[in-house]
């Protein structure tokens, strides 16, 4: 079975601070793994995917299959990153359904 | 396009009450998703519809959620009796094939 697994329901860190919020997948084989983003009152929104291997708003994610995670990491957060994040998993070929995790709230301090 | 669009923005119902969310999706997705969010569960997928015709439903709660998708432009969940435990946002999200989901701005729904 996939399983998404985010540990921290709530991050809360001072701007300029660097910013990791841990996302960790249960899944045999190869998933596609994406972050979403949900701003407040606002809707929620493709952050980035791993095939992407891009770099948005200055967050990363790097795909550790050995360690099966999917990390998001910013050096120096801002407090406009304030939002709630959500790391998902989709299986590869077939149909596209996302299985998320609970989600973390990222709060940036001024 | 004006993205995923979502009524009513807001419900408030008394426990017993029928309660309808509505959801167009964006022009040319042949995918549809309902979603649930709460705090205790995060985001749950209710059901998902592939070009009109429901594919997976597990995630339905109970008898007491139904769902509907009459043609490719809208959708509808449909909450009979609500209860309070069904107090929630409820998301509709669509996509076209394998590509990624555009939400739309959910229905913020509280049972009394």
């Known amino acids: 079975a996939q399983r998404v697994t985010q540990p921290e329901k709530l991050l809360s860190v001072f701007k300029g601070a660097p910013v990791e919020l841990k996302c960790n997948y249960s899944y045999s084989g190869s998933p596609e793994l994406f972050w979403y983003v949900q701003y407040s009152r606002q809707r929620l929104q493709l952050l980035l995917r791993?095939?992407s291997r891009e770099s948005i708003k200055g967050f990363t994610a790097d795909l550790n299959k050995g360690e099966t995670s999917f990390h998001l990491k910013k050096p120096f957060a801002q407090e406009e990153d304030s939002a709630m994040y959500y790391c998902a998993l989709a299986p590869p070929g077939g149909s596209y359904i996302p299985t998320f995790g609970r989600g973390t709230s990222l709060i940036v301090h001024p | 396009d004006a993205g995923v669009i979502q009524s009513p923005r807001h419900e408030v119902t008394e426990m017993g009450q029928e309660v309808t969310l509505r959801c167009k999706p964006i022009?040319?997705?042949?995918?549809l998703f309902w979603y649930r969010q709460t705090m205790m569960r995060g985001l749950e997928l209710l059901i998902y519809f592939n070009n009109n015709v429901p594919i997976d439903d597990s995630g339905m709660p109970e008898d007491r959620f139904s769902a509907k998708m009459p043609n490719a432009s809208f959708s509808t969940l449909k909450i009979q009796p609500s209860e309070p435990r069904d107090s929630a946002v409820y998301f509709c999200?669509?996509?076209?094939?394998?590509?990624?989901?555009?939400f739309g701005a959910g229905t913020r729904l509280s049972v009394l």
């Open positions: 999200a669509s996509s076209a094939d394998r590509e990624i989901q555009y």
């Open positions: 022009s040319g997705h042949n995918s």
């Open positions: 791993h095939i």
